[in-house]
């Protein structure tokens, strides 16, 4: 096993243990949160 896929396999233990064991926030939520916020800004007021 050659280093990058050692440093990808122990990256994804550690995240799937975080996950597990902590409340480790959805980041897809947030971004989708910040593109209606942004979206929202761009519009003129009517």
């Given amino acids: 096993m050659c280093v990058s896929q050692a440093g990808f396999t122990l990256?994804?233990?550690v995240g799937m243990y975080?996950?597990?064991n902590y409340d480790v926030p959805?980041?897809?939520k947030k971004i989708e949160a910040f593109?209606?916020?942004v979206e929202a800004k761009k519009k003129p007021p009517e």
Avoid: E, F, P, R
């Fill in 11 to 13: 990256g994804n233990v």
């Fill in 18 to 20: 975080l996950a597990q």
């Fill in 26 to 28: 959805n980041i897809s």
């Fill in 35 to 37: 593109k209606k916020d």
